[in-house]
């Protein structure tokens, strides 16, 4: 018999005693992933409060072997290994130890639920509890998981298994929350946003901007759905993809130029694409809006003009590649109940973000002020907004991000989180639950990072080497708002490394210090290098950081800024717990998206 698709399987159970194959049809399995480019090796999965299911099927009339990993490699991973051998089924929990040496856990906590096989596949479905409270297996959260598989063409049965050789992969999936991926009708309209034979820089780092206009429509309607177009191959070169919305009375003659993104002859127009309207990252797939929310296209509020704004990852500084990614818009004239709109919040992307070296541990905090949010939501919501999906958005030192949310000093649970943090795997995160803010909330974006390898400092900016800490909200019914960001007050952290006066004014980027001898003539940035750092003086200097003043940024959607600017000081009242105590009003301040210019040091 043929296996049909992994996805309308008709599974043969063989039972344990007799050896009997019983056919029925196995349904509740309502996410799937492939886990190799081939396409052999499939995995669907279902879960409750307390389980989670698994049905595996490969290509391979051997053993099929399936794996939790704290980090994407075999070392102290979580292992199940399994098959059908002469027409009976085997099951087998393992876990590999720091040496990468597979044995058996003594506590079997995998437990086989079907197996079968024909002549060319092997279906193998098997359960645990999401925590088993064995210290060999993993604790599934809804934190990134790393999945690891392999697949031999021999069985094992209960003995050792073979090594794999090539085929074995990893995979990092949300098992918990796995998001919505519902279909839509086949003749759903679509346009799409893509660069054309882009011929990629030999860099590092490389933001490439794209103008484009929206189809021209007779009246409203609603994107419904955004698929990435991430050319064959270039998965890991295409990190991530931005839409901004632009200014309507934008010079039509820049329409469809394309120039590198935050450069000096960048054409005027891109500096009217502020407002984030949509965000993809790396390892994301498609995004479904919820039934009664929808991306609002073809009246006078809505985006005429977008930029499309592409992350190319280049490292190994490959010369010769040419691009033809984007992304995939399906809308619909049938409406939906709301408007959607997004709010970036979390850490400025500036200098003034650093991260010491050598580090196991440091903390970076991001502020959407309740002064921001009350400004905006009392004169144009204050029945609150509801998010309903985040992006927590980091660089390669990122370890853990969360969005925290807090109702005057209480905090609540996180809008979301992610222990695992993995920078290859960034998706929106369906909330399982809508959250409600008001004005009188305020919200934290945390993250985690480690340096424990870098000997140079880390700064905030727009490479994959520099770091970010971000949150996009995507909420509804949308609002005048599109960030809501903070960074700390530059002077405290030059006190804390002995700066004691700079050269006023500041004529030169970054700024050049005068005092003491130590550092004359150096920018802040070779002081900061320069500086001796150790894990106690790390430790110390992010304990100031978190203390500090913020400026925090509360910016509209038309360049313009609210009228709230504050400096925030809050002090620790219990362990792991925030209080705000000082809020001083103050000016605006002015900056541009990308760009970094210095504030005043006071």
């Known amino acids: 018999m043929l296996w049909p698709n992994c996805f309308n399987a008709l599974v043969c159970i063989i039972t344990f005693e007799l050896s009997v194959t019983l056919c029925q049809y196995r349904e ?72 990468r040496q597979v044995l058996r856990d003594d506590q079997q906590n995998y437990h086989l639920e079907y197996a079968s096989e ?46 794999h050789g090539v085929n074995r992969g990893r995979k990092s999936l949300r098992l918990l929350n796995p998001g919505s991926y519902a279909s839509i009708p086949s003749e759903t309209t679509f346009f799409d946003l893509r660069n054309h034979n882009m011929l990629v820089p030999f860099k590092d780092t490389t933001y490439w901007c794209k103008l484009f206009k929206i189809p021209k429509l007779d009246r409203k309607h609603h994107v419904i759905r955004i698929d990435p177009l991430i050319q064959s191959g270039h998965r890991n070169l295409v990190h991530h993809i931005l839409l901004y919305q632009c200014d309507i009375k934008l010079n039509e003659s820049e329409l469809d130029l394309d120039h590198e993104c ?37 009246t006078s509020l809505d985006p005429v003009y977008i930029l499309m ?31 959607a709109g997004v709010i970036e919040t979390g850490v400025w992307v500036s200098l003034y973000h650093m991260l010491p070296p050598g580090l ?84 934290i974006t945390e993250c985690k990072y480690n340096t424990r390898d870098r000997k140079n400092m880390t700064w905030g900016g727009l490479s994959t080497r520099d770091e970010m800490c971000l949150s996009y909200l995507l909420y509804y019914p949308r609002i005048n708002l599109s960030r809501c ?16 006066e700079i050269y006023s004014p500041a004529t030169t980027w970054p700024f050049i210090i005068k005092s003491p001898r130590k550092y004359n003539n150096l920018s802040f940035m070779e002081a900061m290098d320069k500086y001796r750092w ?8 992010n304990e100031l950081v978190v203390r ?26 219990k362990k792991n717990q925030n209080y705000f105590v000082e809020v001083n009003q103050r000016s605006p301040t002015k900056l541009y998206p990308g760009v970094c210019f210095p504030l005043e040091v006071e």
Not at 372 to 396: K, N
């Open 262 to 298: 935050y450069h000096p002859n960048m054409p005027d127009s891109f500096f009217t694409c502020e407002s984030v309207v949509f965000a993809w990252a790396i390892g994301g797939e498609g995004f479904m809006y919820p039934p009664h929310v929808g991306l609002s296209i073809g």
């Open 534 to 541: 150790s894990k106690k003086r790390g430790k110390e200097f």
């Open 548 to 573: 500090l003043p913020m400026n925090v940024r509360c910016a509209k959607h038309n360049q313009e800024e609210w009228s709230v600017s504050i400096k925030v000081r809050y002090i620790k009242k």
């Open 360 to 443: 196991p541990e440091y903390i970076s905090q991001g502020h959407c002020t309740k002064e921001c949010l009350q400004e905006s939501l009392d004169l144009e919501m204050p029945t609150g907004i509801r998010v309903f999906a985040v992006l927590l958005h980091s660089h390669l030192a990122g370890r853990a991000l969360r969005t925290r949310h807090f109702r005057k000093n209480k905090e609540l649970q996180p809008l979301a989180y992610d222990n695992e943090f993995d920078f290859n795997f960034q998706e929106f995160q369906y909330l399982e639950e809508e959250r409600l803010i008001l004005p009188v909330y305020n919200l």
């Open 118 to 163: 024909n002549n060319t596949h092997t279906v193998l479905a098997f359960s645990r509890d999401l925590d088993t409270c064995d210290r060999n297996d993993k604790l599934i959260t809804e934190s990134t998981i790393r999945v690891i598989w392999a697949y031999h063409n021999e069985d094992c049965g209960l003995a050792v298994p073979k090594y």
């Open 485 to 500: 960001e903070s960074l700390p007050e530059i002077t405290g952290q030059l006190t804390f490394i002995g700066v004691k």
């Open 309 to 339: 704004e592409v992350h190319y990852d280049n490292p190994t500084h490959q010369q010769g590649l040419t691009d033809s990614s984007g992304l995939r818009l399906f809308y619909t004239p049938v409406l939906r109940k709301y408007d």
């Open 28 to 99: 509740g399995f309502r996410h799937s992933a492939v886990l190799d480019e081939h396409g052999k090796y499939h995995m669907r999965w279902k879960y409750d409060e307390n389980t989670i299911t698994f049905e595996i099927q490969v290509e391979t009339n051997g053993y099929i072997g399936f794996g939790l990993s704290p980090n994407g490699a075999m070392a102290l991973s979580d292992i199940v290994i399994g098959g059908v051998e002469k027409g009976k089924p085997y099951l087998q929990d393992y876990f590999a130890d720091t040496s």
